[in-house]
């Protein structure tokens, strides 16, 4: 940071309406990704000491939420209130809302619980698109291949193809829900889907509306879950535990009423997570784009139930993050903008990398030129320009017409977009890796089910943009389908929380301490003690995992 280029000095380096060459690059991309993304270099990772993943590399801070002991204890859940559903959907992000529509309609009875409110969740947030190969000039096998290619050949081939396949459908979906899509020559009516590029990808497919897709896609699908009579919504409940029964499989959850300050037993047929990611645990200390609720809930409890995860040392780095002002650093600028032409300048005013190149490879480029002093520093923040006026020069009125969240942020940010840059260095973005599923999001645990970010399978190490919209549709209404058949099985005659007994066992031995607990529930900022909040006796040993300090 100390050879970082003072603002001041780089705006003089800064000409809006040029048009730098691209800096020539003689490192290969792999030389890139190992000396400067944070999952890699000497400390991004840990063997898992118990668990389905024992000896298996993980990101340290997120090993320590996953080998860390439960929340509660049987002594805790003495007179909860006890409810019952054929399908329990924990999560109320697109796919959540996708499992428990698909399921609803099937004849299941369901049960949606949130940990905040219907729709609140990193969904809400997606402000590129959604891929689908919908256009001409592109194909199924083509999105396929971008996103092998994209994820470093270590995705699921079956779960991709199953992916890319669904997504034409997909989008009907959506529009028959009412959602809306950009259309080319910004007729209001009739015409074709507008389509983008997004970077890593061999053509245009990217469907949007403005750069919002994701808030108008939650619009649709909050208002169908709303309005369909099977399912039963519950906000403000986040999942502590899941229940299972005497044969391992999994029973139903443990919920935390916020309003009530009282736990909640769900007997479920089926169990659904779509709980999200890991954002807000701000991984090797980072900034995050995620919404609050993203702290990895569902991988502890699927973990320690028994789940198998995978790529658990692999997490997205959005490259455009805010980084000035301090107050609103790693908040996103959508790939929407450098799909759109704007260019990344260092404070030299070069051009560095491909803007439209994968995403690990473009936020590590940008470490890298904060790493051999080519960065900007503006009030002890450092990061490079996103060129945002020159691309209203060459595209007049691109900044008011589809680019009105980026507008927005740069009023937070106290500039004007049209005249002057952004200063962005990357934010945690996505979590690559997650639950290891079927091509039902079945897991190895009888009777969960996993979809959206939690899982692990489609984008190996890296997620091309508008995967990710696309992922939890698909994914979610095949969880829903599935999930629903279980409203034929037999209720299990027995569930409770004896798998956490195992696995403090498996703890002790291991030498790890109980004291230590997860999920964490909301961030460290956000000082929430469940056991004081739920008024349960005290616990005077060493504060753990989310327990104010």
């Known amino acids: 940071m100390a050879n970082a280029i003072p603002y001041d000095n780089a705006r003089q380096h800064y000409r809006p309406g040029g048009a730098p060459a691209l800096r020539a690059d003689t490192q290969s991309v792999d030389a890139l990704l190992k000396g400067y993304h944070p999952d890699h270099g000497p400390n991004a990772r840990v063997p898992l000491a118990v668990g389905a993943n024992r000896g298996e590399p993980c990101q340290p801070d997120l090993a320590r939420q996953l080998q860390a002991n439960a929340l509660i204890d049987d002594v805790d859940l003495a007179g909860a209130q006890l409810v019952a559903t054929d399908v329990l959907v924990i999560g109320g992000g697109g796919a959540g809302c996708a499992a428990a529509l698909t399921a609803a309609k099937q004849g299941a009875q369901v049960m949606l619980a949130n940990k905040l409110r219907l729709g609140d969740s990193n969904t809400v947030m997606a402000e590129g698109g959604i891929q689908a190969a919908v256009g001409e000039d592109d194909s199924p096998q083509l999105h396929f291949e971008d996103t092998l290619r994209a994820g470093h050949f270590r995705s699921d081939p079956e779960l991709v193809a199953q992916m890319v396949m669904d997504g034409p459908d997909v989008i009907r979906w959506l529009i028959r829900l009412g959602m809306m899509f950009d259309l080319e020559g910004d007729r209001p009516i009739g015409g074709d889907l507008a389509r983008k590029r997004a970077g890593g990808a061999s053509a245009a497919r990217i469907l949007s509306y403005r750069d919002y897709t994701g808030l108008e896609m939650m619009r649709v699908l909050r208002e169908a879950v709303d309005l369909d009579p099977g399912i039963d919504v519950w906000n403000r409940c986040p999942v502590v535990e899941l229940l299972t029964d005497e044969h391992g499989g999994c029973a139903g959850a443990v919920l935390y009423n916020l309003e009530w300050r009282a736990f909640v037993l769900v007997r479920a047929r089926a169990v659904v997570l779509a709980t999200g990611g890991a954002g807000r645990l701000h991984l090797n200390a980072f900034p995050t784009s995620n919404h609050y609720g993203a702290t990895a809930d569902g991988l502890v409890l699927a973990y320690r139930s028994g789940a198998r995860l995978r790529e658990l040392d692999s997490f997205q780095y959005h490259p455009t993050g805010v980084a000035w002002p301090h107050h609103l650093a790693g908040g996103l600028i959508s790939e929407a903008a450098r799909s759109a032409g704007a260019r990344l300048l260092n404070g030299e005013g070069e051009r560095f990398v491909d803007e439209l190149a994968p995403r690990d490879v473009v936020a590590s480029a940008i470490l890298r030129e904060c790493a051999q002093g080519r960065a900007i520093m503006r009030d002890g923040r450092i990061g490079v320009f996103l060129d945002t006026p020159t691309l209203e020069m060459e595209n007049p009125g691109i900044l008011a017409q589809r680019l009105v969240t980026l507008r927005h942020l740069a009023r937070k940010c106290g500039i004007d977009p049209a005249r002057e840059p952004f200063l962005v260095y990357p934010t945690l973005h996505y979590q690559n890796g997650g639950v290891v599923i079927g091509k039902d999001g079945a897991t190895n ?105």
């Open 445 to 549: 645990v009888p009777g969960l089910y996993c979809a959206g970010e939690v899982t692990g399978g489609i984008h190996g190490r890296n997620r091309l943009m508008g995967n990710a919209l696309l992922d939890i549709l698909s994914m979610g209404r095949r969880v829903g389908a599935s999930a629903a058949q279980a409203k034929a099985r037999v209720m299990a005659s027995r569930a409770g929380i004896g798998h956490v007994h195992a696995w403090q066992r498996e703890l002790t031995l291991a030498g790890l301490p109980l004291s230590v607990k997860a999920p964490r529930l909301f961030p460290d900022y956000a000082h929430f003690d469940l056991r004081v909040d739920a008024g349960l006796h005290a616990d005077t040993r060493t504060h753990g995992v989310g327990s104010p300090r």
